[in-house]
Structures are given as C-alpha cells and as structure tokens.
C-alpha cells in the first residue's frame, strides 16, 4: 500500500463547471476525511466518512459540494458550479478507527484547484 | 467552536540554530494535539501528544503539551535546510469523529 492517493493533482477549470476529485484511502483505513487549505491557511474539515456512511459535515460545505464513499473504499469530492472562491488545494485523508489510532490522519498529496 | 492559533506566522534561521514553534488551543473535550510538517505536499505525522508534561521526541524535533495553560511547543535543535517546511498543530477533540482542528501554521525557513 502506497499511501493515501488523489487525482487529479491539479485541474484548471472555468467558474461554472463542475469538477470531480478522486480520493483512494489506506485500505485498512475505514475512515475517511476530506479538508480545504487556502494559500497561508492551515486545512480546514469539510466531510468525514466511516466506512460508506457520511456521519460528519461542516457548515464550510455548501449545496455545491457533495461527497459520496458508496462502497467504503475510494472516495469523491463534487463541485458544482464552481466559484473562484473554491479555488484551494482539497486534501483527503484517512485513519484507523480506534481510540488513539483514529486521530493520526495520513494525508494524501492533495488536488490543487484553479477555478478562471 | 475549537480554536487553534500558532506563533510565529514565518520565521527565518540559519542552519544549527535552534526554533522553537507555539501553538495555543481551545477546544470543547480535548483528546489530543498533534504536530504536522507540510513541506510541498501531504502534510505529515511527527507527534501526538495527549499527556501534560511528557516530551516526545524524534531525533532533533521534540515537543511538550501543557494541558492546563492550553499550549504545546515544537522545538527542532541544530536546524538543518531539510527542515524548510510548515509546521502545523492541530486539536482532536474527544468525540466519535475525532475530525482535526489545524492552526494556520508556521511557515519555517532554513537558511544554508
């Protein structure tokens, strides 16, 4: 297992379009996190899986945004009519559940968007 | 709501000095805080703290948590250009989710 892995790592796209991120978690991982960093900011929450149930939202999400873990395993990340605004780099991450292990979040190298 | 503020916001050293790194919290339940190096991709795992006064350490990084002032510190000795990176502190609160609070982050700069 190589890690937590996204793609694509950078998209470019016009305000308007929708665009997809893949997230691929540790396989033992049953838990999966999607966050926002902004240029100088640190990563902020946006949605929590365990296993395919979304049990987590943060009020950062709005309707535009949706994420789905059908299966359990690989995760995506959906804008819909995209703002400059969303312009940020979107960071998956996964852990272990368990009392001490969940906290330790293995990041993947993110997905850099660039909304025009 | 969960806060987490680090100082400095950037800061620029020559190789062997020594930094230290702050990172103040609140949180509702606190479970843990941990440290993140993020350098130009995934951020990275360096510690998890969960007791007062216990030091962790890891070849030159080391940190310390006090609970009852509500602060850890990151202290990295003999600095190397290597260690060129942000530094991030985030909070776990005790909660099903365990989802992280991060602070903005210490921008470190080593200087050959």
């Known amino acids: 297992d190589t890690g937590v892995s996204q793609n694509p790592r950078h998209k470019i796209t016009k305000r308007g379009q929708n665009v997809t991120f893949r997230c691929d978690p540790i396989?033992?991982?049953?838990?999966l996190y999607w966050y926002r960093q902004t240029l100088g900011q640190g990563p902020e929450f946006l949605t929590y899986f365990q296993n395919e149930a979304q049990l987590e939202k943060s009020r950062l999400l709005s309707d535009r945004f949706s994420a789905e873990r059908p299966k359990g395993s690989f995760s995506t990340l959906e804008i819909q009519r995209t703002e400059q605004g969303d312009s940020a780099m979107y960071l998956c991450a996964s852990s272990p559940s368990g009392f001490s292990g969940a906290n330790v979040l293995t990041f993947g190298a993110g997905s850099r968007l660039t909304v025009l | 709501e969960d806060k987490v503020v680090q100082s400095p916001l950037s800061l620029v050293v020559h190789e062997g000095d020594t930094v230290t790194l702050n990172c103040s919290y609140e949180?509702?339940?606190?479970?843990?805080l941990l440290w993140y190096k993020q350098e130009k991709k995934a951020p990275t795992f360096l510690f998890m703290l969960?007791?007062?006064?216990i030091e962790k350490k890891s070849g030159r990084l080391s940190s310390i948590l006090d609970k009852k002032e509500l602060f850890s510190i990151l202290n990295i000795t003999a600095t190397q250009t290597g260690d060129s990176a942000i530094y991030l502190c985030a909070v776990a609160p005790n909660n099903a989710g365990n989802m992280l609070t991060f602070g903005g982050g210490t921008r470190l700069m080593v200087k050959p």
């Open positions: 969960t007791s007062s006064g």
């Open positions: 949180v509702t339940n606190f479970r843990s």
């Open positions: 396989s033992e991982h049953n838990r």
